[in-house]
């Protein structure tokens, strides 16, 4: 019997990685303003900048994902 091995989703990773980095942001400047003076808040600015990267990067990779279905929304619409 052959095991058949399951392909990573591209497409759900993105996305996935998008909404964790959606909900660190507010989160990590949220932990900036509360420790805004002690030296720790220069760790949760690294933090805030790194997560703002990878949203970015992951919304770029979502939008040319799903090109084809947001042009055709635009479109019909």
């Known amino acids: 019997m052959k095991k058949t091995q399951k392909t990573l989703n591209k497409r759900a990773v993105v996305s996935i990685l ?3 980095s959606l909900m ?12 805004h003076g002690f ?10 900048v790194l997560f703002g990267i990878l949203f970015t990067i992951c919304g ?7 090109w084809r279905a947001l ?3 635009v479109i019909s619409h």
Do not use: C, D
Not at 24 to 35: F, R, V
Not at 60 to 66: A, G, S, Y
């Open 24 to 35: 660190m942001m507010p989160i990590s400047a949220i932990l900036i303003h509360m420790t």
């Open 71 to 73: 042009k055709r929304y």
């Open 39 to 48: 030296s720790i808040s220069h760790l949760w600015l690294h933090v805030h």
């Open 60 to 66: 770029i990779l979502h939008i040319v994902n799903n």
């Open 18 to 20: 998008l909404f964790v």
